[in-house]
């Protein structure tokens, strides 16, 4: 891809630094963080946290006119040996501390969910096999709670997909104990009708190791969160993504890094292809380095690739520093065309022009998939991406 | 028998929204089994041939033709151009971000042959091709011409040159940036290729040293844009003695 940083097509790329600043990440919400929804006022669509989102595609997540639909969504949680998969009522006391709802859509969600899901992986238990599990949607609405959580020095990968049609709403824990080891992968294959809105909460342990491999192909709308924060020293964050954004989809990634713990961490890479007239991509990357994080370490990055007229990318890199005693902290963002001088090589040695421009995507994206290290996940993705290029492109 | 015919060349570049003739009539012809030399300064526009006849988007043809075996080349797509069995090798080759050597050589080899070649044996071919040209096997998995040197990019567009077997191929400065024993191991590739006797080789240079290794039964000077003369080996000798400046202040009138 041209090292283009800003192209026109309706694409803007705006970055920041901020150093020892107010925290503008916390300031510029709405409201608080809370877990309930009367605490967030019915969003208009000019807040900081909104505007890039259409809410009048939201079929009513954001002003409480959504109601769950009983069978609208059947999850289906596989499990390896040694893993305790439960169904909990709200009260149950470990739903909601890896991190509290920051927008009017999770805090509905956290406030209208009936049962939680609750997967509990024991300390020092390793598992060879992941996790999965199935989110299918069947046309309804559904207001959904999730808990991994992962004892002292175990290790385990989760995958999650979802397909169908659906219009959910959701927020989802990871708690890292010590030591431990979490790799998520969430697909979001949805079919073309679907709304997806959900925060991603992750605590890490002391010397814990957290990633999460985002992968967004379908839906009308979809928005997600990833949020992360530490517990303890020496954790690890990192945050790969990748999204292909077809016309007419609405796909954005909200981030927030907050170092909140000295010596941890984070490693943000997202990368997204765009096609079709209204397709639009959101990446916000916030990283906050808070006054304590001493001897933080974190890089983030977005990259996306504009493969035809009337797609437009909304990129913006946040990184604010609180204290000078740090690693390092860098961001990047850029935005390109398809580069003419890689398909004339293609073709050049004989490839026709849309198998070598599925090359080229294909490489964009497989650049970020060779750096998750593993090899199976690697695999299954780069097959994914195939099918969707296949379909697509 | 293959023939690449170019008559009567014109073409031109936008640049800085002026449009700019570059090639001014060139004339030439390319037989299987020929090896023709051009030879010119810096900008007299040998890349804007070699590009102009692999159908690069950006130069247009304003006047002429080109037949390849009497097809007409300029109305082929660049992906047609490579099938009919035109081969350019880049004077500066293009990274191609996370497509591996061996994926992209497979796809190319598949597309030029019109079928995908049997695995066992492509495996062994290109292992052979690749150890011919002194290059470590690590590069099949490497992404295409990313972190590569000047002297392994070429390498790897000779190798490309061995698997895909042109009727003409088209070398614009396969030489330059080249130290004296990657300059001796790519000509030998180039070699082996010709002597198949069924390449007709265009080999763009700036310098006589590759001619050491490389023996065209012609040699052509190109300035400003046109052939201004045409000889046989011994013009190159010429060359190396006299510099191109009785070409370039205008001293021949082609
Ligand atoms: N894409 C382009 N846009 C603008 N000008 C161009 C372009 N390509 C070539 N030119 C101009 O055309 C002229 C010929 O360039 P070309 O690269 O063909 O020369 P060359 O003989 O290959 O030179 P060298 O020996 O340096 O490789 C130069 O003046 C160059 O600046
Ligand atoms: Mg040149």
Same mark, same amino acid.
């Not at chain 2, 400065?173 to 300059?183: C, I, K, M, N, P």
């Given at each position: 891809?041209? &090292?283009?940083?800003?192209?026109? %097509?309706?694409?803007?790329?705006?970055?920041?630094?901020? @150093?020892?600043? /107010?925290?503008?990440?916390?300031?510029?919400?709405?409201?608080?963080?809370?877990?309930?929804?009367?605490?967030?006022?019915?969003?208009?669509?000019?807040?900081? $946290?909104?505007?890039?989102?259409?809410?009048?595609? *939201?079929?009513?997540?954001?002003?409480?006119?959504?109601?769950?639909?009983?069978?609208?969504?059947?999850?289906? %949680?596989?499990?390896?040996?040694?893993?305790? %998969?439960?169904?909990?009522?709200?009260?149950?006391?470990?739903?909601?501390?890896?991190?509290?709802?920051?927008?009017?859509?999770?805090?509905?969600?956290?406030?209208?969910?009936?049962?939680?899901?609750?997967?509990? %992986?024991?300390? $020092?238990?390793?598992?060879?096999?992941?996790?999965?599990?199935?989110?299918?949607?069947?046309?309804?609405?559904?207001?959904?709670?999730?808990?991994?959580?992962?004892?002292?020095?175990?290790?385990?990968?989760?995958?999650?997909?979802?397909?169908?049609?659906?219009?959910?709403?959701?927020?989802?824990?990871?708690?890292?104990?010590?030591?431990?080891?979490?790799?998520?992968?969430?697909?979001?294959?949805?079919?073309?009708?679907?709304?997806?809105?959900?925060?991603?909460?992750?605590?890490?342990?002391?010397?814990?190791?957290?990633?999460?491999? @985002?992968?967004?192909?379908?839906?009308?709308?979809?928005?997600?969160?990833?949020?992360?924060?530490?517990?303890?020293?020496?954790?690890?964050? /990192?945050?790969?993504?990748?999204?292909?954004?077809?016309?007419?989809?609405?796909? &954005?990634?909200?981030?927030?890094?907050?170092?909140?713990?000295?010596?941890?961490?984070?490693?943000?890479?997202?990368?997204?292809?765009?096609?079709?007239?209204?397709?639009?991509?959101?990446?916000?990357?916030?990283?906050?380095?808070?006054?304590?994080? &001493?001897?933080?370490?974190?890089?983030?990055?977005?990259?996306?690739?504009?493969?035809?007229?009337?797609?437009?990318?909304?990129?913006?890199?946040?990184? /604010?520093?609180?204290?000078?005693?740090?690693?390092?902290?860098?961001?990047?963002?850029?935005?390109?065309?398809?580069?003419?001088?890689?398909?004339?090589?293609?073709?050049?040695?004989?490839?026709?022009? $849309?198998?070598?421009?599925? *090359?080229?995507?294909?490489?964009?994206?497989?650049?970020?998939?060779?750096?998750?290290?593993?090899?199976?996940?690697?695999?299954?993705?780069? &097959?994914?991406?195939? /099918?969707?290029?296949?379909?697509?492109? | 028998?293959?023939?690449?015919?170019?008559?009567?060349?014109?073409?031109?570049?936008?640049?800085?929204?002026?449009?700019?003739?570059?090639?001014?009539?060139?004339?030439?012809?390319?037989?299987?089994?020929?090896?023709?030399?051009?030879?010119?300064?810096?900008?007299?526009?040998?890349?804007?041939?070699?590009?102009?006849?692999?159908?690069?988007?950006?130069?247009?043809?304003?006047?002429?033709?080109?037949?390849?075996?009497?097809?007409?080349?300029?109305?082929?797509?660049?992906?047609?151009?490579?099938?009919?069995?035109?081969?350019?090798?880049?004077?500066?080759?293009?990274?191609?971000?996370?497509?591996?050597?061996?994926?992209?050589?497979?796809?190319?080899?598949?597309?030029?042959?019109?079928?995908?070649?049997?695995?066992?044996?492509?495996?062994?071919?290109?292992?052979?091709?690749?150890?011919?040209?002194?290059?470590?096997?690590?590069?099949?998995?490497?992404?295409?011409?990313?972190?590569?040197?000047?002297?392994?990019?070429?390498?790897? +567009?000779?190798?490309?040159?061995?698997?895909?077997?042109?009727?003409?191929?088209?070398?614009? +400065?396969?030489?330059?940036?080249?130290?004296?024993?990657?300059?001796?191991?790519?000509?030998?590739?180039?070699?082996?290729?010709?002597?198949?006797?069924?390449?007709?080789?265009?080999?763009?240079?700036?310098?006589?040293?590759?001619?050491?290794?490389?023996?065209?039964?012609?040699?052509?000077?190109?300035?400003?844009?046109?052939?201004?003369?045409?000889?046989?080996?011994?013009?190159?000798?010429?060359?190396?003695?006299?510099?191109?400046?009785?070409?370039?202040?205008?001293?021949?009138?082609?």
């Amino acid at each position: 891809m041209a &090292e283009a940083q800003n192209i026109p %097509v309706g694409s803007t790329t705006a970055g920041q630094i901020a @150093v020892a600043a /107010e925290s503008t990440v916390a300031t510029r919400m709405s409201a608080p963080p809370s877990f309930d929804v009367a605490d967030f006022p019915v969003p208009h669509g000019r807040e900081e $946290e909104w505007r890039f989102t259409p809410l009048e595609r *939201l079929r009513g997540l954001h002003d409480g006119t959504a109601a769950a639909t009983g069978d609208g969504l059947k999850v289906d %949680v596989q499990a390896p040996e040694g893993v305790t %998969v439960e169904t909990v009522g709200r009260d149950d006391a470990r739903l909601g501390k890896a991190g509290t709802p920051v927008d009017r859509v999770a805090a509905q969600a956290y406030s209208a969910f009936e049962k939680a899901g609750v997967i509990t %992986v024991p300390k $020092e238990t390793v598992l060879t096999e992941p996790i999965r599990i199935a989110v299918h949607g069947e046309g309804g609405t559904a207001f959904a709670h999730q808990v991994i959580e992962l004892g002292a020095f175990a290790e385990a990968v989760v995958v999650i997909d979802h397909t169908g049609d659906a219009v959910l709403a959701a927020n989802v824990d990871y708690i890292l104990g010590d030591g431990a080891k979490l790799t998520v992968v969430s697909v979001q294959d949805w079919d073309d009708k679907a709304v997806h809105v959900a925060q991603h909460n992750a605590l890490v342990g002391r010397d814990a190791s957290f990633k999460s491999v @985002v992968v967004t192909f379908g839906g009308d709308v979809v928005r997600l969160h990833p949020r992360v924060q530490y517990a303890g020293t020496g954790g690890e964050a /990192e945050l790969f993504g990748l999204y292909f954004t077809d016309a007419g989809q609405h796909q &954005e990634h909200r981030l927030l890094v907050d170092h909140n713990t000295p010596h941890c961490k984070s490693n943000v890479v997202y990368k997204g292809a765009l096609q079709g007239e209204g397709a639009h991509a959101v990446w916000i990357g916030d990283v906050l380095i808070e006054a304590k994080a &001493e001897g933080t370490d974190t890089y983030e990055m977005n990259r996306n690739l504009v493969l035809t007229d009337g797609a437009r990318v909304d990129s913006v890199p946040n990184l /604010e520093i609180e204290t000078g005693e740090i690693v390092g902290a860098g961001h990047a963002s850029a935005t390109g065309r398809f580069d003419d001088e890689q398909l004339f090589y293609l073709m050049a040695r004989g490839i026709p022009a $849309e198998e070598a421009r599925r *090359l080229v995507v294909r490489g964009f994206f497989a650049e970020l998939v060779q750096q998750i290290g593993l090899d199976d996940i690697e695999e299954r993705l780069l &097959e994914k991406i195939d /099918e969707e290029l296949e379909a697509s492109v | 028998m293959a023939t690449l015919e170019i008559r009567d060349l014109h073409v031109t570049v936008e640049a800085d929204n002026a449009t700019k003739e570059i090639l001014k009539g060139v004339d030439l012809t390319v037989k299987q089994g020929e090896t023709h030399a051009i030879m010119g300064p810096n900008g007299s526009g040998k890349s804007t041939l070699a590009y102009s006849l692999a159908g690069h988007p950006k130069y247009t043809i304003t006047g002429g033709t080109v037949l390849l075996d009497g097809e007409d080349v300029l109305e082929m797509s660049v992906d047609e151009r490579a099938r009919a069995g035109l081969f350019l090798a880049m004077q500066y080759p293009v990274e191609v971000p996370g497509v591996s050597v061996s994926n992209f050589l497979r796809t190319s080899a598949t597309a030029i042959r019109g079928e995908a070649p049997k695995l066992r044996t492509w495996v062994k071919e290109v292992k052979e091709a690749m150890q011919r040209l002194n290059m470590d096997p690590s590069f099949a998995e490497r992404n295409v011409n990313e972190g590569f040197s000047g002297g392994e990019k070429k390498r790897h +567009e000779i190798l490309q040159l061995e698997l895909l077997k042109p009727k003409v191929a088209i070398l614009d +400065e396969t030489d330059s940036g080249l130290d004296v024993d990657a300059l001796r191991v790519v000509s030998e590739g180039v070699n082996r290729v010709r002597e198949t006797g069924e390449v007709g080789t265009l080999l763009i240079t700036h310098y006589t040293r590759i001619l050491r290794y490389i023996k065209p039964d012609f040699v052509h000077v190109f300035s400003a844009g046109r052939i201004v003369e045409s000889g046989g080996a011994e013009l190159a000798d010429k060359l190396e003695n006299e510099g191109y400046e009785a070409y370039t202040k205008g001293g021949v009138s082609a």
